[in-house]
């Protein structure tokens, strides 16, 4: 049977296959598109499901293309695949007069998936004017800050961030819908990391380097924090903070419980959900020692796998358009102190994977809480290596921060460390509880990783 765009059944078969996809946020949901628009071989749908806002551009081809079969569906008689993944793709903005391009639009003739990526498509662009990558952002929240921050960080001379080579907005998105940029070569810095506790665990490994890496990293974050204190831009601040953040905050924190609890009825980590309530209480109590310090638009996403590492580069920040799914607008602003909280929560990420596949799954972790010395010898080195890099990972920071803590903190700089100390815990708990519905939209297996770290941590047991 052949079918067309225009049939019902069409939108039937297109939407068992896209929202069965693993970057799908509410599997099997129904949708409502709100806009769409064709242009050769090229489908753009505007697609509402279960509370998001989707840009998905399709290829609809007779050819089947040269991906891996979990890219692409068999439709009536097309081939159906999402077009940021086809060369036509980029060479149809320029011709498309619903789209506005900042930069230029490379001559793209190869493009290939990256792997792994759950909200958003990101492919690595073959191009005349060299390598470079592309994102397409299926989630649409406008306004997505990443253009702006890649923008501001770059003129202010901040050099580890990739280059932005083009910015595609989509009058019918009333936002950006492709971003295009430099390729940086580097490893993701949770590989790295991962990789050095692992050969600590094993006893191959001191803690030297694991220290050495993380203070650098320290650093590095500090940097940004620098540049985006000092760029002048009114939307990044800093600004100060007053109470209606304070309540922000605490609201925020309450929803996130209040939905956790619904979700999970039935579920192997509703056990953890009191431990972690109680974390949350304290939380909310905390958030009022921010009154009166600063607050600046930051990466708000900051974890081990938005770095790309290189000996010669060192870690290079990518991905700053917030966290998907926090709901518009992204373009909230917060205390520093937020991003090292993220990255201290990515430690203990790793750590608490690691935890997960020495027991042989992640429904394990929730059953160490009865068996409480299980494992004790694993978990305190795995807790002592998360001590070691967290620790590391702070004292490079205020390195290279506390000439400017006021303006960044709004804390005197030989007050710097110790305030972080403090400053970093209710962010660890608002960060895991947001973690914990990402994990529960995208891989609802690992909820209990984000839980246990912010309820009990590995030396609770
Ligand atoms: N400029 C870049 N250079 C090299 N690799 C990149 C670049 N941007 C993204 N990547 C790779 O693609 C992955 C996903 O990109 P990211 O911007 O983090 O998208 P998402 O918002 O979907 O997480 C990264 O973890 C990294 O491996
Ligand atoms: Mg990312």
């Not at 009536?76 to 149809?92: F, Q, T, V």
């Not at 500090?222 to 109470?243: M, Q």
Request: charged fraction near 25%; hydrophobic fraction near 40%; proline fraction near 6%.
């Amino acid at each position: 049977m052949e079918l067309h765009p225009g049939d019902p059944g069409f939108l039937k078969h297109l939407w068992s296959w896209v929202s069965t996809r693993p970057w799908f946020p509410c599997r099997g949901s129904g949708f409502r598109i709100i806009e769409s628009w064709s242009r050769g071989r090229i489908m753009h749908l505007v697609v509402n499901a279960c509370g998001y806002t989707l840009y998905l551009p399709l290829m609809l081809s007779q050819n089947e293309p040269g991906l891996p079969p979990k890219y692409y569906a068999r439709i009536g008689g097309a081939y159906i695949y999402e077009a940021g993944y086809s060369p036509e793709y980029y060479e149809s903005i320029a011709l498309d007069e619903l789209f506005t391009v900042e930069g230029s639009v490379p001559d793209v003739f190869e493009v290939h998936p990256v792997e792994g990526v759950y909200t958003n498509l990101v492919a690595l662009l073959r191009s005349r004017q060299g390598l470079m990558v592309a994102k397409t952002y299926r989630i649409v929240e406008p306004p997505n800050p990443e253009p702006l921050l890649l923008d501001v960080l770059w003129k202010a001379g901040y050099g580890a961030v990739p280059r932005l080579v083009a910015v595609v907005r989509a009058r019918p998105l009333d936002d950006v819908a492709i971003l295009i940029e430099e390729h940086v070569d580097g490893v993701e810095g949770a590989h790295v990391f991962a990789d050095l506790l692992e050969s600590y665990i094993d006893g191959e490994d001191t803690l030297e380097e694991s220290r050495w890496l993380a203070e650098r990293l320290g650093r590095s974050v500090g940097e940004l924090h620098k540049a985006l204190a000092s760029c002048g831009h009114p939307e990044v601040g800093p600004y100060t903070v007053d109470w209606g953040d304070v309540e922000a905050w605490r609201r925020r924190l309450e929803s996130r419980i209040t939905l956790l609890g619904r979700l999970g009825s039935g579920e192997p980590w509703l056990d953890l959900l009191p431990l972690v309530g109680e974390a949350a209480r304290r939380a909310a109590g905390m958030f009022k020692i921010f009154v009166g310090r600063r607050k600046m638009l930051l990466h708000q996403d900051l974890h081990l796998y938005q770095t790309l590492y290189s000996e010669d580069r060192g870690f290079v920040f990518i991905d700053f358009e917030g966290e998907p799914g926090r709901g518009a607008p992204r373009l909230s602003r917060e205390p520093p102190a937020r991003d090292l909280a993220c990255m201290i929560r990515s430690f203990n990420y790793l750590a608490v994977e690691h935890l997960a596949s020495r027991l042989g799954g992640y429904r394990r972790l929730v059953s160490l809480l009865r068996r409480r010395h299980a494992e004790q010898v694993l978990m305190d080195r795995l807790a002592e290596w998360e001590e070691a890099v967290v620790d590391a990972f702070l004292k490079g920071y205020v390195v290279v921060v506390a000439g400017l803590s006021e303006e960044i903190h709004g804390v005197p700089g030989h007050e710097l460390a110790g305030w972080l100390r403090e400053a970093v815990k209710p962010w660890l708990v608002e960060r895991g509880l947001y973690e914990a519905l990402y994990e529960y939209t995208y891989r609802p297996e690992a909820v209990a990783v984000p839980l246990l770290g912010v309820s009990t941590g590995l030396r609770g047991f």
